[in-house]
C-alpha cells in the first residue's frame, strides 16, 4: 500500500483494530505508517450488506472525517476512505 504525504507517495505497514460498538456495528482504530510519517484514525462501521460495511472516519492529527466503506473477501479487506480533500483505497490482508 503507499501513503502520500506533501505531494510524495511512499510504501506504507497499516495495522487495524476492530472492537464491538452494538449488534451490527464496531469500533475501528488504524494506523498507517511510512519511513517519514503516520496516519492514525478512528471510524464506526455498521454491517450494510453481506460482506460489507460502511460509516465515518476521523483522522485528529490532519483533522479530516469522511465516509468509509469496507469489503471483507476471506482474510482481506479493501477499505475506501472518501472526505472533501482527500480518498484513498486500502487493500489490507492479514
Known sequence: MAL???GGKERARCKARFS???EQSYRVNATCA???GRAAQTATVR???TNRYSGRFY???Y???GAIDI???GSSQIVRL???SASGVLNLSR
Open 4 to 6: 502520500s504525504f506533501a
Open 20 to 22: 464491538r460498538a452494538g
Open 34 to 36: 511510512t519511513a517519514s
Open 47 to 49: 454491517q450494510v450488506g
Open 59 to 61: 483522522n485528529s492529527e
Open 63 to 65: 483533522s479530516i472525517s
Open 71 to 73: 469489503i471483507v473477501h
Open 82 to 84: 472518501t472526505s472533501e
